[in-house]
Each structure stands twice: as C-alpha cells, then as structure tokens.
C-alpha cells in the first residue's frame, strides 16, 4: 500500500481509504462488515470514512462494532457533520451547537475518544463561518478531533476558512472526483495545493460504473438494481457514458488490470489528490481495489486520450 501525506499535515494516509456511504449498516450486515474492515486494514488501508448522516448512524454504529479491539493509532477515522441527524431546526447544519453535539453523538456511536479528520459535509450560508471554523478550532484545541476538513466546498469557500483560521486551518478537502466528474480540476485542486490541503475523494468509480459490471445490464445483486441506494448512480448510466467505459475496459484489458484499478489510479495520477474512496459489499472487493497503484505512462495516456471526449457529470 502507497502513504501519502495530508496535505500540510503530518499524518500518513492509504493511497485507498474505505467508506461506508451507502453500505455499512444499510446493505452489509455487521459480520461481513467486520470482515471487509478487518481485511482492509490488513492489506494496508488505514483511512476509514463515514459520516453521521450514513444510514442515519447505523454506518457509524457498524463501524464502532467493527474497529472495536483495533488498535486505534493504526486507524485514521474520519466522520462527518452537516445533514439532518434529526427533526428539530438545530439537528442539522455547521452551527456550534450541531457541530458540537453531533461530534459527541458520533464518538459515541463509534465507540472512540476522538475522530482522526471531522468534515463539515457541506457548506452552510445559514451560518457564519467564524463561527463554523471557530466550533472546528475548539475540538481540535479539545482533542476530541485532530485534523478538520470539509467536502464538496468551492474554492472561494475553502480560502475563506483557511484565512478565517487561527491555529488549526482545515487540513483536507474530500470532492467527488472521477472520468465523468472532473470539476475539481477547475480550481479547487490548485486551492487546496496553494493552501496546504489534502484531497480524499469519494465516488472514484462512479458508483461502480467504472468497473464495467454495467456494460451487460444491471446485475440484480448489483447497487443499480437496488432502489435503496441507486439514486445517484442513474446520471452515469448513458449511452455516452457506457461507450468510454467500454473504451476505459479495452485499455484495461490490455494493460493487464482491472478497469477498477485503472479508474483509481487515474485518480491517483494527480499529486494533489491524496486517496481515493471506495465502498465494499464483499472482501473480495476491498482486495481487489487496494490493488489501485501507479499505471505506466503510456497507459495515462490512452485513458487521456479517452477521457478528453468523456461527458461530463455532475456528482453533486
């Protein structure tokens, strides 16, 4: 397994992370859940994401369940805060009060004294962000968090924080990032380098499109067919968009890899981008994406050369 370090920090993250968005607690019970943790932990994945809105704590639960008995200096566990974790108006958003309670709420659900990265999950307008970066200050200052960052943040948003920041700048941005999304390379990849920020990016494989399972239809075990967690996946599944998968596999194919590794490590390419994301139903595919490593130069190119012409999709 490839470290990298987060961005100005110096903290060590796998090249490959795992998260549990749509299936911890959701579509993996707690026995396999275990097993894929305890496996990608052995391969080398030392990253773990979740997020207090995944499955509605259940994610988090399953997760404390699992990493139980580890070690907790050989994880780094990240979580999230910002969508409604309830039905009152203060159950949700970046204000100090949520952020404050729903970071308790999640220690506990993940049964630690404190969470490795903590990411306010998106913007809040309804907030002043003095009082969002000063709330995330105050954790890292109580040990309850080490590092802060945030996700699907514009880059005006970001240096924003970073400016407002006195003594713990948010250390990590986590966009979504793939062939059909390619908006961070705008300018959010050149903020968060400018300021010191890593990238952990999440939906790699465009909700497993890029793994060519979809060429031949929609398997019936696969996430496409099944209605609690295929909303997003449907803007990935065009006539356009399968064409460059079919392209992606032939290069694939050729190169003696599997059209998942070649997906991540064009990810990986970048220098920005610290790791990438991937989600697991099975052991057999956390073994098979942290296998994601370095692809030959000629093989950057033919992908290139394909993503150039590629739709582009809008994760958000």
Same mark, same amino acid.
């Given at each position: 397994?490839?470290?990298? /370090?987060?961005? +100005? ?5 796998? $090249? #490959? ?20 943790? &305890? +496996? ?6 030392? &990253? #773990?994401? /979740? ?10 639960? $399953? ?28 159950? +949700?958003?970046?204000?100090? @009060? ?12 993940? +049964? ?53 920041? *006195?003594? &713990? ?53 696969? *996430? ?22 079919? @392209?992606?596999?032939? =290069? ?7 059209? $998942? ?7 990986? *390419? ?5 790791? #990438? =994301? #991937? ?17 030959? @130069? ?6 290139? *050369?394909?993503?150039?012409? $590629? ?6």
């Amino acid at each position: 397994m490839d470290y990298r /370090t987060l961005g +100005r920090t110096g903290v060590k993250v796998s $090249a #490959v992370s795992l998260g549990g968005w749509l299936t911890f607690g959701n579509t993996v019970d707690i026995p396999t859940t275990k097993k894929i943790v &305890h +496996r990608a932990l052995d391969l080398g994945i030392n &990253h #773990v994401d /979740t997020a207090d809105v995944y499955a509605l704590g259940k994610c988090e639960e $399953a997760l404390g369940e699992a990493l139980f008995g580890v070690r907790r200096s050989s994880c780094v566990l990240g979580s999230k805060v910002f969508w409604p974790t309830g039905p009152g108006p203060n159950d +949700r958003g970046l204000s100090r @009060k949520h952020i404050m309670e729903s970071c308790a709420a999640s220690l506990a659900r993940l +049964r630690t004294d404190y969470l490795d990265i903590y990411y306010c999950h998106r913007y809040d307008p309804d907030v002043p962000l003095e009082e969002t970066v000063g709330a995330m200050e105050d954790l890292c200052a109580q040990g309850r968090i080490l590092y802060w960052g945030v996700s699907c943040w514009t880059a005006a948003q970001i240096r924003a924080a970073v400016k407002l920041a *006195r003594r &713990h700048p948010p250390a990590v941005d986590q966009p979504p990032y793939n062939v059909f999304d390619r908006h961070i390379e705008r300018d959010v990849l050149g903020t968060c380098s400018k300021e010191g920020l890593g990238v952990v990016v999440w939906s790699p494989l465009a909700q497993g499109v890029l793994t060519g399972k979809y060429l031949a239809g929609r398997p019936g075990d696969a *996430r496409a067919s099944n209605a609690k967690v295929n909303k997003f996946i449907d803007k990935y599944l065009t006539a356009d968009a399968s064409a460059v998968v079919k @392209k992606l596999a032939a =290069i694939a194919q050729k190169a003696g890899v599997r059209p $998942a590794q070649l997906a991540l490590g064009w990810c990986l *390419r970048r220098p920005e981008v610290t790791s #990438v =994301i #991937v989600g697991a139903t099975s052991v057999e595919q956390i073994e098979q994406n942290a296998l994601a490593a370095a692809l030959p @130069k000629d093989v950057l190119a033919a992908v290139e *050369r394909v993503v150039k012409d $590629a739709p582009l999709v809008d994760s958000m």
